[in-house]
């Protein structure tokens, strides 16, 4: 998101909330006065569960986003407050440092207020396909047609494994359609009870049920954009005849009224299970899997596609060096043979987590073994049976490297400072490399760097 969009996100809601990594408060402004009930003086410094206390941590947008660690943008969320029936479309970004995340910021679009139409088009998709990473052929070629047919009106259900990018590819679909400069909105269907879905999606007469108001609806709200169906595979059976409905004859009716309201609507779905296999078992009607799967993408695993490893090697390492204030410049052989050789289940969000853990436990140079997570030193390729590094080896490459830093210590008469530069490695890698290997048991330190009682 650029600037001016960030600032006009910002322009357009009527809820802005940052809290802390342990969920204090630390700012809080409600523009319209209206999407919840607390003052401003009587929020700052209170924990955000005191404010909200019908939410578990899962349901904080916010906190999802910070234990990602990457923004969510669009997702719809409905509560109550003091009796009131609250529905917003909620935009989370983590707050890091060199140290981690240290809290996370909420904006909040009210869906109720009488500017929806005009807020909920800022709410547009924030990807490309130029922002799709990948050295595969193959993919690249799917992409290619896929750019070409975004320009469609059809719906596109996109298929693969949990962290492959599905959204990723969902954002850049709009971005390239007619539709670009309408509403994009996200929906997890995985995210939202089964017993308020069809209420979410179509929205609510006034009179339906006990506190229901007249609502709309994601589709409605939506009109003229896109909606993006995250993991369709979780939506309950018996909603899925209404959607068909919907899909069939262009229009939605809200819960407790005949009222059919035309919708200009396209639809793009994503799975991570094979809906093939459920409209088999009969979980999944056959007729709506057909009416979604007009354009079908699949997105193919990492472990499918292993000369990208190392493209989004650079690309993290180069995104956390900045955000963890490092300087690394690339990994050693034995760590892209480990990358390369292991299943990757996680995918490309996997791979993320793994190069920002690996960042944090290093601090310059390359990357090598002794910063990788432990797992993965003990993986094993189970299509070669060859072990990538077994505990073995790693206790063979200890002992040598604890044995040099012994003898430079002994050379450099365990004057820290000079023993640092002997090896030429940060006294912070060297206070770390002993106490890993504990080769000291006995430590005292003066002011000129040198060790008293070392005992090894």
């Known amino acids: 998101m650029n600037s001016t969009g960030f600032k006009e996100l910002f322009y357009d809601s009527d809820l802005i909330l940052i809290i802390d990594k342990n969920g204090k408060v630390l700012y809080y402004d409600d523009y319209d006065d209206n999407l919840n009930m607390l003052k401003k003086e009587n929020v700052i410094g209170r924990y955000i569960y005191e404010l909200y206390p019908f939410f578990t941590r899962e349901d904080f947008t916010v906190f999802r986003a910070m234990d990602k660690k990457e923004p969510i943008l669009n997702e719809y969320q409905s509560f109550n407050v003091d009796g009131n029936k609250k529905n917003c479309l909620n935009n989370a970004f983590p707050l890091i440092n060199e140290t981690g995340v240290l809290g996370g910021i909420i904006i909040s679009v009210e869906l109720s207020s009488k500017s929806i139409k005009k807020k909920i088009k800022k709410a547009s998709s924030r990807y490309n396909f130029e922002d799709i990473i990948t050295e595969n052929q193959e993919f690249k070629k799917s992409l290619e047609i ?106 939605i009716m809200r819960i407790g009224e005949n009222i059919e309201r035309d919708t200009d609507i396209r639809i793009i779905a994503s799975t991570n299970e094979d809906l093939e296999k459920k409209v088999d078992k009969g979980e999944f009607r056959s007729d709506l899997y057909y009416r979604l799967n007009v354009i079908s993408f699949n997105v193919p695993p990492l472990k499918d596609r292993k000369e990208d490893i190392k493209v989004l090697v650079d690309y993290y390492i180069k995104q956390y060096n900045s955000i963890l204030n490092k300087n690394i410049t690339g990994i050693s052989k034995d760590v892209l043979q480990i990358l390369n050789n292991y299943e990757w289940k996680g995918n490309v969000r996997e791979l993320k987590n793994v190069i920002e853990y690996s960042l944090n436990f290093s601090e310059e140079g390359v990357l090598n073994t002794d910063n990788l997570p432990q797992y993965l030193l003990k993986s094993v390729d189970s299509n070669t049976n060859e072990c990538i590094v077994d505990s073995s080896l790693t206790t063979l490459v200890d002992n040598y490297e604890c044995k040099l830093i012994k003898d430079a210590l002994k050379i450099c008469r365990y004057n820290i400072l000079k023993t640092s530069e002997y090896l030429s490695i940060p006294r912070q890698t060297l206070y770390y490399k002993l106490k890993k290997y504990n080769c000291i048991c006995q430590l005292k330190i003066r002011s000129k760097g040198h060790l008293i009682l070392g005992h090894f």
């Open 146 to 251: 896929l750019k070409k047919v975004s320009k469609s009106e059809s719906n596109v259900l996109i298929v693969g494994e949990t962290g492959t990018g599905k959204e990723l590819i969902a954002h850049s679909i709009h971005s390239n359609s007619m539709r670009r400069n309408k509403p994009f909105v996200i929906q997890n269907c995985a995210a939202i009870p089964s017993s308020i879905m069809e209420s979410i999606l179509f929205g609510t007469a006034k009179g339906s049920f006990t506190g229901s108001i007249d609502r709309e609806g994601l589709f409605e709200s939506a009109n003229g954009g896109t909606i993006f169906l995250d993991e369709i595979n979780s939506i309950p059976f018996d909603l899925q005849s209404k959607l068909l409905r919907t899909l069939e004859n262009k229009s």
